[in-house]
């Protein structure tokens, strides 16, 4: 089992769409979660870190679920500029490595 | 200011060649970081620095040489490249483990 899991995608939705990713991580010890944004041969950036009580900024929700181990990604009203690959990312306690899943590629369309 | 920088940012190189890519970040971080990235697929870390020591070396071949002169600065000597290490290669900063790494533009390698 993949230490962290996307569904690959693409996820095509037209502009003003909601949509919502999820994201699976194998280890119980994980102690901090966060979602980047990469564009085609960009470096990644941070979108957002996710805190258990969840949070949001702006049309951007993310939710952590400790027991069932995911956390999720919902973007409202989709807009065309958030077409980019979305990568859940986990930190583990005691590590100073961050495993990346391979990420959730998101086309919004006018 | 989240800013790491990178230079250069393109880099063509033959197997015999060496050269070294740099990175820079003035925001106070402790922990840097070198990843290689190849197209569709998630960054793949490849060294980590804390305090300036190196702390984890992800079975990386010697070909690949990290320093770290300072607090600020990171770089990845190249030597004896193959066509496979072609990719981007990617510079991070954190201010600590468990903590939010940022990334450079990266440097994109082609070995020739």
């Known amino acids: 089992r993949k230490e962290v899991e996307q569904d690959p995608g693409p996820f095509n939705v037209p502009e003003g769409a909601t949509v919502a990713f999820n994201c699976t991580y194998s280890n119980s010890a994980s102690q901090s979660f966060f979602w980047y944004r990469q564009d085609c041969r960009k470096e990644p950036k941070l979108l957002m870190s996710v805190y258990s009580s969840g949070n949001e900024d702006g049309r951007f929700t993310a939710q952590l679920n400790r027991a069932s181990q995911y956390i999720s990604l919902l973007i409202r009203d989709s807009k065309l500029s958030d077409s980019a690959t979305y990568l859940c990312v986990v930190n583990e306690r005691g590590f100073q490595k961050l495993v990346f899943g391979t990420g959730t590629r998101l086309l919004v369309s006018p | 200011d989240t800013e790491v920088t990178q230079t250069p940012k393109h880099l063509v190189m033959g197997m015999t060649n060496k050269k070294s890519l740099k990175c820079e970040q003035h925001?106070?971080?402790?922990?840097m970081y070198w990843y290689k990235q190849k197209a569709k697929k998630p960054p793949e870390l490849m060294f980590v620095?804390?305090?300036?020591?190196?702390?984890i070396n992800e079975s990386v071949p010697s070909r690949f040489s990290p320093e770290c002169p300072n607090s600020s600065l990171l770089n990845l000597h190249l030597h004896a490249l193959q066509p496979e290490d072609s990719a981007l290669y990617l510079c991070?900063?954190?201010?600590?483990?468990?903590?939010?790494?940022?990334f450079g533009p990266g440097t994109r390698l082609t070995v020739t």
């Open positions: 925001m106070g971080h402790r922990a």
């Open positions: 620095y804390s305090y300036e020591k190196l702390s």
């Open positions: 991070a900063s954190s201010q600590g483990s468990g903590n939010e790494q940022y």
